[in-house]
């Protein structure tokens, strides 16, 4: 969609220096400070001028995990690219997969916001296959919001909007064997989080928001 290749244009994405952010956690890796705060914040108005369609689940009483959530779905190639080329090639450049290299994003770019009250339960999230020998492995998730404080104001005459309140909750929490929690990772504006999916998937959870809005932009590396 061109919504968002017209905001990235209008967005630095920098060459960051991978080891100078990376941390990682097993099978989770972090990369803080991937997108400005300013990168960021674009990519929120674009998905809040598209709209945002609810997202629910049948419920863990049928075999899902309990979602709730709004969610954006877009086939993006061009944006797909430039995410890969600002610094997510570098650091996937000696990772191999069943003797395949990561080759770029998955162009279907979904992005997430979740109000306060809306979670998404323990989950497992799936390989897909894309054809042509291609596959996914790795979850992309940056977050959009989160980990700021807004500027402070006296001025009591101006309504309270969720938007511009910090976030408080919405962690991304990882689990392992007897439930144990190996993970908790706080939604802060700006950072990457990739973790591995497919059968070697780690138990995880979207935690309740409490306060504040949470957006999350959403894509998969692909492997061929």
């Not at 995990?65 to 954006?72: G, K, L, M, S």
């Not at 990561?102 to 162009?107: D, H, I, R, T």
């Not at 979670?119 to 291609?134: A, Q, T, V």
Request: include cysteine; hydrophobic fraction near 35%; proline fraction near 4%.
């Amino acid at each position: 969609m061109d919504t968002f290749s017209l905001t990235i244009e209008h967005l630095r994405v920098c060459k960051i220096l991978i080891e100078s952010w990376l941390l990682i956690v097993r099978q989770c890796i972090q990369v803080q400070n991937f997108l400005t705060s300013a990168e960021s914040k674009a990519f929120v108005k674009a998905a809040e001028s598209v709209g945002f369609v609810h997202q629910g689940s049948l419920g863990p009483t049928k075999g899902e995990a309990h979602r709730d959530n709004d969610r954006i779905s877009v086939n993006d190639p061009v944006l797909a690219d430039t995410i890969w080329e600002s610094g997510l090639d570098k650091l996937f450049s000696d990772i191999k997969i069943r003797g395949k290299a990561a080759v770029g994003l998955n162009p279907n770019i979904r992005f997430y916001r979740y109000k306060v009250g809306q979670r998404f339960g323990r989950h497992i999230d799936e390989s897909n296959d894309l054809g042509d020998g291609k596959r996914t492995h790795y979850t992309l998730l940056i977050y959009l919001s989160g980990g700021f404080k807004p500027k402070a104001t006296n001025d009591k005459r101006i309504p309270k909007d969720s938007s511009s309140e910090p976030l408080v909750g919405g962690e991304t929490v990882f689990y392992g064997s007897r439930n144990t929690v190996v993970a908790e990772v706080p939604p802060t504006e700006g950072m990457a989080l990739l973790h591995i999916h497919g059968d070697k998937c780690l138990l995880h959870e979207a935690r309740n928001v409490t306060k504040g809005i949470k957006y999350v932009f959403r894509s998969d590396v692909v492997f061929a």
